[in-house]
């Protein structure tokens, strides 16, 4: 069974500072990975996914297959870059979008 | 971007009763909804796959008979909790993917907080 693992339930990062938000995972297929966001009081939305390689709000996720881990980083944090970060894994099948998640990171940007 | 819109965003109901829940995708076609249930601190658990015009799939764990899902239309999925107990009361959150659209994207509704009294 796939299972998601985000091990800080809280970051706080002082802005300007780097930021990194661990996510590892467990999954005998080939994986594909997401990451969420929640602003407060709004609604979750796709931040960004592995196969798109692409850098959403100054934040990138490389997907490292070795270590199974799919962390997210920005190399400097701001104020509304706080937030719950939530790690999604996609179960494999066609047609299928069932979404894992980790138990998510709250992301705290001190000013 | 789709958005999606979840009614009622919170109820407070009677131990016992019923309550239903919708789950609308307002600018695009949905075949495939998902139900989600959130508990306090802990990740969103996946509860069921809504599949327009047929039978819903439900993870293992999850009782069919407690929480019926109805997909009846390509815009609108609805979860009812049926008699309803303290227990029961949760976040629960629905999602759809655009069936013309990028396949690896789902949009979320904004939740349901749910209390039971």
């Known amino acids: 069974a796939q299972r998601v693992t985000q091990p800080e339930k809280l970051l706080s990062v002082f802005k300007g500072a780097p930021v990194e938000l661990k996510c590892n995972y467990s999954?005998?297929?080939?994986?594909?990975l997401f990451w969420y966001v929640q602003y407060s009081r709004q609604r979750l939305q796709l931040l960004l996914r592995?196969?798109s390689r692409e850098s959403i709000k100054g934040f990138t996720a490389d997907l490292n297959k070795g270590e199974t881990s799919f962390h997210l980083k920005k190399p400097f944090a701001q104020e509304e870059d706080s937030a719950m970060y939530y790690c999604a894994l996609k179960s494999a099948g066609a047609g299928s979008y069932q979404l894992t998640f980790g138990k998510g990171t709250k992301l705290s940007v001190i000013p | 971007g789709a958005v999606v819109s979840q009614h009622p965003s919170r109820v407070i109901c009677k131990s016992g009763t019923s309550v239903k829940i919708e789950c609308r995708s307002l600018?695009?076609?949905?075949?495939?909804m998902f139900w989600y249930r959130q508990f306090p601190k802990q990740s969103l658990m996946l509860m069921a796959t809504?599949?327009?015009?047929?039978?819903?799939?439900?993870e293992q764990g999850v009782e069919k008979d407690k929480f019926l899902i109805n997909h009846a239309s390509l815009t609108l999925s609805t979860l009812t909790v049926t008699s309803a107990h303290p227990e029961d009361s949760s976040f629960y959150i629905c999602?759809?993917?655009?069936?013309?659209?990028?396949?690896?994207?789902?949009?979320f509704g904004q939740g349901t907080r749910l209390t039971v009294v």
């Open positions: 600018d695009f076609q949905a075949t495939t």
């Open positions: 999954y005998s297929g080939s994986p594909e």
């Open positions: 592995h196969i």
């Open positions: 809504s599949n327009e015009g047929s039978k819903a799939t439900y």
């Open positions: 999602s759809a993917r655009d069936s013309a659209g990028n396949m690896a994207e789902a949009f």
